[in-house]
Nanobody
Framework: QLHLVESGGGLVQTGGSLRVSCAASGRAFSTYVMAWFQQAPGKEREFVAAVTGSAGITFYADSVQGRFTISRDNARNTVYLQMNSLKPEDTGVYYC????????????????????WGQGTQVTVSS
């Protein structure tokens, strides 16, 4: 079982950068698939990026490909999302999520795959 705590959100101008972090407490962190989801105002929570366990294979939503980078530090039980060239449509609450299910298929994009969620951190991009 994992407990996830996000940090690093804030207000940034269009074109700026921000890094959010997710600290996990629990055992066997390196075996979990970790992901970030965004929930914009009035919208459903949507997939942003994911990284598999020890292999570190990454997946991205088309809307963030080339701008965002997900990474993990298994020694620190932490996953990061580096966000560059931010746009107003990137505004929302960013949630960290984790699953013990080992998968490399399109299920990795689905909220339903993930068992553990953080409380979220607000990211606001001003125009």
């Amino acid at each position: 079982q994992l407990h996830l705590v996000e940090s690093g959100g804030g207000l940034v101008q269009t074109g700026g950068s921000l890094r959010v972090s997710c600290a996990a407490s629990g055992r066997a962190f390196s075996t979990y698939v970790m992901a970030w989801f965004q929930q914009a105002p009035g919208k459903e929570r949507e997939f942003v990026a994911a990284v598999t366990g020890s292999a570190g294979i990454t997946f991205y939503a088309d809307s963030v490909q080339g701008r965002f980078t997900i990474s993990r530090d298994n020694a620190r039980n932490t996953v990061y999302l580096q966000m560059n060239s931010l746009k107003p449509e990137d505004t929302g609450v960013y949630y960290c999520a984790a699953t013990a299910t080992r998968t490399y298929d399109t299920s990795i994009y689905s909220r339903k795959l993930y068992d553990y969620w953080g409380q979220g951190t607000q990211v606001t991009v001003s125009s």
